[in-house]
């Protein structure tokens, strides 16, 4: 079993920057992935970010050019910098740790893109 907590989300003006936390309670290296996820109401949950042991990268379209995902393995934390923030943005933000066929949530938190 493996713990994931993320922390980071409040609110926002457009434009503004947020940077969420995912800590996990395994060591990074003993994962296979870690992705950041998002769900805004009535919609289904997305992955937005997701990076790999080996360091491999994804992004989706949308958050291109503004999101970034990194890790300290120190810390067994995953880091999603978001900058120019936009009210489609706006959802809950979820962390998912992958190891061999399981995947482990953590519980969200939400990001609210509004003047």
């Known amino acids: 079993q493996v713990q994931v907590v993320e922390s980071g989300g409040g609110l926002v003006q457009p434009g503004g920057s947020l940077r969420l936390s995912c800590v996990v309670s395994?060591?990074?290296?003993?994962?296979?992935?870690v992705g950041w996820y998002r769900q805004a109401p009535g919609e289904q949950r997305e992955l937005i970010a997701r990076?790999?042991?080996?360091?491999?990268?994804y992004y989706r379209n949308s958050v291109k050019g503004r999101f970034s995902i990194s890790r300290d393995t120190v810390k067994n934390t995953v880091y999603l910098q978001m900058n120019n923030l936009k009210p489609e943005d706006t959802a809950v933000y979820y962390c998912?740790?992958?190891?061999?066929?399981?995947?482990?949530w953590g519980q969200g938190t939400q990001v609210t893109v509004s003047s």
């Open positions: 998912k740790a992958e190891r061999s066929r399981d995947n482990y």
């Open positions: 990076i790999t042991t080996g360091y491999t990268l």
């Open positions: 395994d060591s990074i290296f003993n994962l296979d992935a």
